[in-house]
């Protein structure tokens, strides 16, 4: 296979994890490459993602590995198959290659849980509202740029919208649903939306009601998503520099417990729509 020079990070996620079965198994990339009798840059490429890799060399290297676990080497055997160009690329080299690994996250999810505590969660967000959002980025963006990651945005959205939608569960601070992006009348057609989004079977909005008072995590913008199996979650950080993906197994318990403890704060379905209800009513 030709070797990559921007792989995506579901391709350096691949082989990240091949990294970890070998370094458990105890074994160098040395012995690994004399073992299988092909070059040490060849397998150091595959680690990294620049290279691909079939699901029959795959298996031999879970095999090498003594890795036991089947439901993991089907998952990983599986991503070796996706030589799909999506929709994601049209992007590529016009916005930060984070924004494209977030759409490519989202794109092969099976469940996706998100938190916001100052704006709502970008795939609830309207156009206008987005714009305004994205109107507020430092340094400034120029209109093009803005407009470039508006139509990003809300391509991204169609996993709520396919034939077979993610299952989504967003927790959202009623302080983000207080905060006028855009306007009062941006903010009104953002919250009927939202409202609206929270009728769907596969889409829960859990609000984080001001009398909640603190928990852990507050602040913190993250989404969480559900992979095959456990090991393959992954969780993508909203930072004042960008988009960020992690995945280690540290990591993902830390983001699991903030999670946790938004669940707990938040009020239920029909209880989040009437709050918004009543911000829109009091409000705008």
């Given amino acids: 296979m030709p070797q990559r020079s921007t ?26 490459s004399t073992r299988l009798g092909i070059e040490r840059t060849k397998l150091s490429n595959i680690e990294t993602g620049r290279s691909g890799i079939s699901a029959e060399r795959l298996r031999t ?15 990983l055997a599986a991503m070796t198959n996706d030589r799909s160009r999506h929709w994601w ?21 099976r469940a ?20 305004a959002v994205f109107e507020q980025v430092v340094p400034t963006l120029p209109p093009p740029q803005v407009e470039h990651r508006v139509a990003h945005r809300i391509i991204r959205q169609d996993v709520l919208y396919r034939e077979s939608p993610v ?34 079977p596969h889409l829960t909005l859990g609000v984080v009601p001001f009398s909640a008072g603190a928990y852990s995590g507050a602040g913190q913008n993250v989404a969480y998503f559900t992979g095959p199996v456990p090991q393959l979650d992954t969780v993508q950080l909203d930072t004042a520099h960008g988009s960020e993906l992690a995945h280690s197994e540290a990591q993902l318990t830390k983001y699991r417990t903030i999670l946790e403890a938004m669940r707990k704060v938040a009020l239920p379905p029909q209880a989040s729509r009437e709050l918004v209800h009543e911000i829109i009513r009091v409000t705008l």
């Fill in 7 to 32: 792989p995506t990070a579901r391709q350096q996620r691949l082989g990240a994890e091949l990294r970890k079965l070998r370094e458990r198994a105890g074994l160098s990339a040395t012995d690994v």
């Fill in 61 to 75: 290297l879970a095999c090498l590995y003594e890795c036991s676990d089947p439901n993991l080497i089907d998952a």
């Fill in 89 to 109: 690329e049209q992007y590529r080299g016009i916005l930060p290659t984070g924004l494209l690994d977030l759409a490519e996250a989202e794109h092969h999810a």
């Fill in 112 to 131: 996706l849980l998100v938190a916001n505590a100052m704006h709502v969660p970008g795939l609830l967000q309207t156009r206008d509202y987005a714009r």
């Fill in 167 to 200: 299952p989504c569960t967003a927790f959202v601070h009623e302080a983000a649903l207080r905060m006028l992006f855009g306007g009062p009348q941006t903010m009104r057609a953002q919250l009927k939306h939202l409202i609206e989004m929270s009728e769907r």
